[in-house]
């Protein structure tokens, strides 16, 4: 089978191929095109500038974007010279009087969309990934270099030289090459691997960046470019997320190449997957977005400019509970109700409840069209995860993308994107949810939590039948995701519930946590392994009463920690610090600019979103050390970690042990308390 | 990306904040109290939300509510 994996270049794309277990590559001359819009007078000014440049060919046209038909002119050229054309038409137009189409595409997601071919094409949903070879590479820095190399999972010697030789060889063997570089370790075997070798693999290094996303800071380290090779850093997102399954997934359904899908961002992955179905439509892609904000009173703007709903809680131990899901929630919304720039009006078609907006059904919208696929295909996948971990990484690749669909929406940039869209997705999102809380409530449950897609229900009602009937009024899939014989809702610092801090156990015997330690990359391993082990005591607790018979061996387990913790192995006391930003601009002696600042003294600049690995030493002096520095462990500085990570568990024996306290136990903190 | 404008819950924290001013000269023993009726202003943030009212006029309502709430449990209570 003539299998294309991949597709590099510009004016000469190269097309690779894998054809019995041989790699060919094939090239192709690319010439492409761009598509100019305004008055016909401009145009005809246009067309008069063109005819004075002998290399430019261009022809009358009239083609589609989402709104509908356009006449103007098409612009053939090789994609190297686009740049240059646009800013000529810019110029010529005073930056104003044109829309310029089809400017700015990826060469290769053009081609594969327009003669509507796939990367890594498979038979059926159900089949196997078809990879080339693949060598892994990583190791180990110390401060004095390179302390360990591995490859294939195999130790090589750093200093033989052979090792480097035999790196040269596998790589020479194989079209993928996956290294890790977060401590710059990979750069380091493969620079000696150029130097020692053959030197036809040098390494090219394009310094890494930190950037924000979604309010935290992040950093991208030194990428590595091998000619001829596809390189991807093995913690970039959704390698680390999904593997290469779901990395291989988001190259199939975006067009995107392997590499370039390993760089970008889901929400970029989505714009390419817009961008692909709008080609292989014949659907105009704007260079620049034309679709702004409409005028809004204030107070239209106040009622519409919202977020997913989400309750307050009552924190306290609940019994036997559901939790339902709608699947996907926002992309469902987005397929099922047609929301799309061009089918929102404040005119025309249903109205959107809590918006101004109305949408038109009668004309199946480009966005609910594009997404559509995306969706089943997902919907497909988790469906069927369970059965095999290609299917699951498919899934999780998918997911991600599914989660910024909708983010999307919102974002100024996006090519098919507009705020009212988002706005109508978040209010219909809020409509179902509470349409969910009426139908559950009117079945004989009551609801304790939702969070914008979730509830959280107990009572003595047909959950099937309450599924059922809220699939029926919201057109949006609800499955259940867990039935939890408890869940804990935990307070918060103010004493009202925190919205997404709890603690159940499902009647499976397995737990479900958020916000809880055990979950978090900032804590001490040893905060971890007491909530594991904890938890580990209570999962045979099905009831309140099964939990209160735990209380005196939760309270040895917490003594022999406390007791104990200076037998611990240092590795449990290891802390992961992140910091968000530059050390000049934290204003507080803080953790993160201790920790910047002793690594400024060894010589090392840490950037923000950077994840550094300490031990502290001594916490009252602010001594903080790498992990294979000198000093001990401050371990009064860990206890406080510890009493933090004894809280969730110590408030449920609190609830088990109140008498006749019901489903809140903790009625103490309000007013009126018996 | 997405909502420019704050949330009810963060403009009910600026509230908070602001009532949390009187706890410096307040006795210890209304401080309780008063924190309880914090709480209860908090309580029913997203309805007030959906209605679109003002942070105040909701929080004081979120509150009367849940005294209301109270109120007749105690009543409730007595009856029994």
């Not at chain 1, 035999?166 to 790589?171: D, G, H, L, P, W």
């Not at chain 1, 994107?417 to 809380?437: D, F, N, S, Y």
């Not at chain 2, 109290?33 to 009212?53: C, N, T, V, Y």
Request: hydrophobic letters at 35%; charged letters at 25%.
């Amino acid at each position: 089978m003539n299998h294309l994996f991949n597709v590099t270049g510009a004016d000469r794309l190269i097309l690779w191929h894998m054809d019995h277990d041989r790699i060919r590559k094939t090239w192709v001359n690319n010439t492409t095109w761009i598509f100019v819009s305004g008055s016909a007078y401009d145009l005809e000014f246009l067309s008069r500038q063109l005819d004075l440049v002998n290399w430019v060919r261009y022809s009358w046209d009239a083609q589609s974007d989402i709104y509908g038909l356009l006449k103007g002119i098409r612009i053939d050229l090789r994609p190297s010279r686009i740049k240059m054309m646009i800013e000529a038409i810019e110029t010529i137009g005073y930056g104003r009087k044109f829309m310029v189409y089809n400017g700015d595409i990826n060469p290769s997601l053009r081609y594969l969309s327009e003669n509507n071919l796939t990367l890594f094409p498979i038979e059926s949903l159900m089949s196997a990934d078809l990879v080339p070879e693949i060598v892994t590479i990583d190791g180990k820095m110390s401060r004095n270099g390179l302390k360990s190399i591995a490859m294939d999972g195999k130790n090589l010697d750093p200093s033989r030289r052979e090792s480097y030789g035999e790196i040269e060889e596998r790589i020479r063997e194989s079209s993928i090459v996956v290294y890790g570089n977060f401590g710059k370790q990979s750069e380091s075997i493969l620079r000696k691997v150029g130097d020692f070798g053959s030197g036809k693999f040098q390494p090219r290094v394009i310094p890494g960046s930190s950037f924000e996303s979604y309010g935290q800071v992040h950093y991208n380290c030194n990428r590595i470019s091998i000619p001829g090779k596809i390189c991807i850093e093995s913690s970039s997102f959704m390698f680390s997320e999904a593997g290469l399954n779901g990395l291989v997934e988001l190259s199939r359904i975006s067009s995107m190449p392997l590499e370039t899908a390993s760089l970008i961002t889901p929400g970029t992955a989505v714009s390419a997957l817009e961008v692909s179905y709008a080609l292989r439509k014949g659907v105009l892609v704007p260079l620049y977005k034309n679709d702004h904000e409409g005028e809004k009173t204030i107070r239209e703007m106040l009622a519409t400019d919202r977020g997913g709903l989400v309750l307050q809680p009552d924190p306290g131990l609940y019994e036997d509970v559901h939790e339902v899901d709608f699947s996907s929630m926002y992309p469902s919304i987005i397929v099922r109700h047609n929301l799309s720039p061009e089918t929102l009006s404040r005119d025309r078609g249903m109205q959107i409840p809590g918006t101004p907006y109305r949408v038109n059904k009668a004309k199946r919208g480009f966005l609910s069209e594009a997404l559509q696929g995306l969706l089943e295909r997902r919907l497909f996948y988790k469906s069927v995860k369970h059965l095999n971990r290609i299917y699951a990484r498919r899934d999780i690749a998918l997911k991600w993308m599914l989660l910024t669909s909708f983010g999307y929406t919102g974002y100024k940039n996006a090519k098919f994107g507009k705020i009212e869209v988002h706005e109508a997705i978040t209010a219909t999102g809020r409509w179902a949810l509470t349409r969910a809380m009426r139908l559950a409530e009117s079945m004989g449950f009551s609801v304790i939590h939702g969070i914008v897609d979730s509830l959280w229900i107990t009572g003595n009602g047909d959950v099937n039948q309450l599924l059922s009937k809220i699939l029926e009024e919201t057109s949006i899939d609800i499955v259940v995701d867990g039935h939890y014989s408890w869940i804990l809702f935990l307070p918060s610092r103010s004493g009202t519930g925190s919205l997404n801090r709890y603690i159940g156990l499902r009647t499976d015997g397995s737990f479900k946590v958020r916000g809880l330690d055990a979950r978090r990359h900032d804590v001490p391993e040893i905060s971890k392994r007491f909530q594991h082990e904890a938890m580990e005591l209570l999962k045979n607790c099905a009831t309140k009463t099964a939990i209160a018979e735990k209380r005196r061996e939760y309270y040895a387990l917490k003594r022999r920690f406390s007791e104990n913790i200076r037998s611990f192995p240092d590795e449990d006391f290891y802390l992961m610090v992140s910091p968000s930003q530059h050390m000049e601009d934290y204003a507080v002696r803080n953790m993160s600019r201790i920790v910047m600042s002793k690594w400024k003294s060894m010589g090392y600049e840490i950037n923000p979103g950077e994840d550094v690995l300490v031990k502290v030493v001594n916490w009252k002096m602010r001594l903080v050390e790498p992990v294979d520095g000198p000093g001990g462990i401050d371990y009064g500085f860990y206890g406080k970690y510890l009493e933090r990570a004894a809280e969730p568990f110590d408030y449920l024996m609190q609830c088990v042990t109140k008498s006749g306290s019901g489903n809140r136990p903790n009625k103490s903190l309000y007013l009126f308390s018996e | 990306m997405g909502r420019s404008t704050p949330t009810l819950r963060q403009a009910t924290d600026t509230l908070v904040e602001r009532f949390s001013r009187m706890k410096s000269c307040m006795r210890s023993s209304d401080m309780e109290w008063f924190d309880a009726l914090i709480r209860m202003g908090r309580k029913h943030s997203p309805e007030i939300s959906e209605a679109g009212l003002d942070p105040e006029t909701g929080f004081f309502i979120s509150a009367l509510m849940e005294i209301l709430k109270k109120m007749d449990d105690l009543t409730q209570s007595d009856k029994v």
